[in-house]
Structures are given as C-alpha cells and as structure tokens.
C-alpha cells in the first residue's frame, strides 16, 4: 500500500525559503500515471492546492503561489519535494503531499499525514 | 471560475439522510471528488467521479452531478459521519485543482 510522508522544518523564518520533503513508500515515484502534488490548510482554514508535477517534468502550479514555488521529483531516493520562497505569516499551515492520477476522472489519494509549518521570527 | 462553493455548516439527525454540495463552473466539465476530514486527521478520500467510493468507505456514501452541482449524499448519518467534507476537482482550465471552502457536518 503507497504511503506519503513528509519532512522538513516546522518552523521557518519569514523572508526565507520553506523546503519540504515527501517520501514515497510502498509504490515508485517514477509511474507515468500520477502526479505528485502539495496540498496546503492554513489552521482552521480550508485546503488549497499548491502545484502537482508530472514525470514529464510539466508542473503545474496554483496562480496565486507560481512566483514562488518550485515543485521537483527525485527518482533516486523515491522522494519528491516542495520550495516555497520569500514565506510570509500567512504562508504558516499544515501542508501535505498527495498523488493523483493522470485521468480525467480524478482524485487526491494517499495524503501523508501532514506536517505544520510555522512562519515566524 | 474556477472557484467551488460549499454550505460552510450543514446538519442532519442521526439516522437520516443529509446532502453536502458542490457548485462551480468547472464541474460542467470535470468530476468532483470528495474528501473527509476529522480533527487533527489528514483528509481521506471518500468519493470520486460519478459515483465511485474507495474500498473501505461505507456505501451510505453516495456521489452525484447535476449540470454544475455535485453532491455527496450520505444516507442514515452516523456519529462517526460528523467531520469536514472538501469537494475537489480541476478548474476550467483542466489543469489546475481547486477544492471548496469545505463542510462542517454535524450529525444531531
């Protein structure tokens, strides 16, 4: 069974990068048929979808947060990752990892468990 | 648009039936999927396309899409059903995912 686990620092500065790291287990990174994807939910607040990457090497990002992420993959380690530059307070939430499939009939499935950042000097 | 819209609270006696719904334009084109979220848990995918539930999801669980509605219904509400419902799918684009502003069911 696939199962996602995210990594990084809980706490990041404001102005600085926040980089996150998802483990895949269970299953490989390098199947043609899904995406690999950031999910963000600020506390108490709803989800929104951050950006997803294709192993074509296409990524598809949230307009609002384009400027400043970057979504890559590591077939190597089997990891995919999250950057997120120039973080500000409202940037401060649980963010997840998730797979999609490549179809038009689509969902969100697995989440890793989520991890909180927090933004904050 | 590519925005979706959600009841922000919705409540139901145990028991009975209760629909969650979804509007936006892109569900014209695209399916919704629909995820369910406790306190301090990940969300969990409960349904997706027409009306397709992932193994382990209880078949009081129901999908539909009505032009650009889709709605999760769950008939004979549980305790256990109370809890955050998210509906997702792409924008109008089709390339770009975007989810509701979520749910609170509360079962009486």
């Known amino acids: 069974q696939l199962q996602l686990q995210e990594s990084g620092p809980g706490l990041v500065k404001p102005s600085e990068t926040l980089s996150l790291t998802c483990t895949v287990s269970?299953?490989?990174?390098?199947?043609?048929?899904?995406?690999w994807g950031w999910i963000r939910q600020p506390p108490g607040k709803g989800l929104e979808w951050i950006g997803s990457?294709?192993?074509?090497?296409?990524?598809y990002y949230n307009p609002s947060l384009k400027s400043r992420v970057t979504i890559s993959v590591d077939t190597s380690k089997n990891q995919f990752s999250l950057k997120m530059s120039s973080v500000t307070a409202a940037d401060t939430a649980v963010y997840y990892c998730?797979?999609?499939?490549?179809?038009?009939?689509?969902?969100?499935?697995?989440w890793g468990q989520g991890t909180l950042v927090t933004v904050s000097s | 648009s590519s925005e979706l819209t959600q009841d922000p609270a919705v409540s139901v006696a145990l028991g009975q039936t209760v629909r969650i719904t979804c509007q936006g334009d892109?569900?014209?084109?695209?399916?919704a999927s629909w995820y369910q979220q406790k306190p301090g848990q990940a969300p969990a995918l409960v349904m997706y396309?027409?009306?397709n539930r992932p193994s382990g999801i209880p078949d009081r669980f129901s999908g539909s899409r009505s032009g650009n509605t889709a709605s999760l219904t769950i008939t004979g509400a549980q305790a256990e059903d109370e809890a955050d419902y998210y509906c997702?799918?792409?924008?109008?684009?089709?390339?770009?995912?975007?989810f509701g502003g979520g749910t609170k069911l509360t079962v009486l």
């Open positions: 998730v797979r999609h499939p490549v179809v038009i009939v689509d969902w969100f499935d697995p």
């Open positions: 269970g299953g490989s990174i390098s199947r043609t048929t899904y995406y």
């Open positions: 990457h294709y192993y074509t090497g296409n990524t």
């Open positions: 892109s569900l014209r084109s695209y399916y």
């Open positions: 396309g027409e009306n």
């Open positions: 997702g799918s792409r924008d109008i684009s089709g390339n770009l995912w975007v």
